[in-house]
T-cell receptor
Framework: GAVVSQHPSWVICKSGTSVKIECRSLDFQATTMFWYRQFPKQSLMLMATSNEGSKATYEQGVEKDKFLINHASLTLSTLTVTSAHPEDSSFYIC?????????????FGSGTRLTVV | GENVEQHPSTLSVQEGDSAVIKCTYSDSASNYFPWYKQELGKGPQLIIDIRSNVGEKKDQRIAVTLNKTAKHFSLHITETQPEDSAVYFCAASRSGGAQKLVFGQGTRLTINP
């Protein structure tokens, strides 16, 4: 089956520093990867969509200069939270769709709990 | 854009009883409807999905029904067990290309022993 690995699973950082989260598709090539943010007891909110080798498409209200997304290969996408602040503390989740499936099937990573202190 | 509404937000049932969660969507072009189970501190796990060319799909104790005319779909869990306790999300998307998945608000299901 399709497996997406996300690292780290949790991270604590100081306010003003940057944090990088990795999302890897382990056994398939991911045409598209998506990044979500989830606040406690809320639903998943899409932040951006990234395609390999091109710039990410950000959802309205998401600062592209703050949340840097790089999708350098068909198996790896990274999300960097720059100059993190306490309000960026959240659960970040990536998902990937398998190339050639026509978007029928999204595999999710296990999520990263970011705490900014 | 697509908007997905999910009800109820919380659901408590006795072990062994059935649970039903309902979702409506707004985009008539949506044709893929997955359901996810999320346990605390983990990513969502796909439990069942349905495409628009099918009205119902079943996998053991879990079933999903889709009414394209009314633009609503439902999750049915029968013979509930304590391990079914979790948050469930419905979602909808179009197929093809980089189509995003839009989630419902989630339902916290509690199975009482």
């Amino acid at each position: 089956g399709a497996v997406v690995s996300q690292h780290p699973s949790w991270v604590i950082c100081k306010s003003g520093t940057s944090v990088k989260i990795e999302c890897r598709s382990l056994d398939f090539q991911a045409t598209t990867m998506f990044w979500y943010r989830q606040f406690p007891k809320q639903s998943l909110m899409l932040m951006a969509t990234s395609n390999e080798g091109s710039k990410a498409t950000y959802e309205q209200g998401v600062e592209k200069d703050k949340f840097l997304i790089n999708h350098a290969s068909l198996t790896l996408s990274t999300l960097t939270v720059t100059s993190a602040h306490p309000e960026d503390s959240s659960f970040y989740i990536c998902s990937a769709t398998k190339a050639g499936t026509g978007n029928y099937g999204y595999t999710f990573g296990s999520g990263t709990r970011l705490t900014v202190v | 854009g697509e908007n997905v509404e999910q009800h109820p937000s919380t659901l408590s049932v006795q072990e062994g009883d059935s649970a039903v969660i309902k979702c409506t969507y707004s985009d008539s072009a949506s044709n893929y409807f997955p359901w996810y189970k999320q346990e605390l501190g983990k990513g969502p796990q796909l439990i069942i999905d349905i495409r628009s060319n099918v009205g119902e799909k079943k996998d053991q104790r879990i079933a999903v029904t889709l009414n394209k005319t009314a633009k609503h779909f439902s999750l049915h869990i029968t013979e509930t067990q304590p391990e079914d306790s979790a948050v469930y999300f419905c979602a909808a998307s179009r197929s093809g290309g980089a189509q995003k998945l839009v989630f419902g608000q989630g339902t916290r299901l509690t199975i009482n022993p």
